[in-house]
């Protein structure tokens, strides 16, 4: 079992940056690939970055490719995503995610979620 807690989020102006973080229980945590999702109202929660266990491969989608960024500290059990050249489009509710398969994006594709943290971005 692993319980996952996102933090970090908050209201910011256009063309700014947060970083979020993600803490996880358990003492597994590097087999665990890791993934950065986001939903919007009334749309379908979707793939932002994933990042494999011992964070050697990473991957962004093309909407946040070159402004987002993920990482991963085993020793912490901790994986982040820092966001920077924020639009008011990437307003969303952004949950991580902890499953198997390095570098998935379906949602299917994951185990275990946290709570989600709100990120607004005014324009």
């Known amino acids: 079992q692993v319980q996952l807690v996102e933090s970090g989020g908050g209201l910011v102006q256009a063309g700014g940056s947060l970083r979020l973080s993600c803490a996880a229980s358990?003492?597994?945590?590097?087999?665990?690939?890791m993934g950065w999702f986001r939903q919007a109202p009334g749309k379908e929660r979707q793939i932002v970055a994933t990042?494999?266990?011992?964070?050697?491969?990473?991957y962004c989608a093309d909407a946040v490719k070159g402004r987002f960024t993920i990482s991963r500290d085993n020793a912490k059990n901790t994986v982040y995503l820092q966001l920077n050249n924020l639009k008011p489009e990437d307003t969303a509710v952004y949950y991580c995610?902890?499953?198997?398969?390095?570098?998935?994006?379906?949602?299917?594709?994951?185990?275990?979620w946290g709570q989600g943290t709100q990120v607004t971005v005014s324009s």
């Open positions: 358990g003492r597994t945590f590097s087999l665990y690939a």
């Open positions: 995610a902890a499953g198997v398969l390095a570098l998935a994006q379906k949602t299917d594709d994951y185990i275990y």
């Open positions: 990042i494999s266990g011992n964070g050697a491969m990473t």
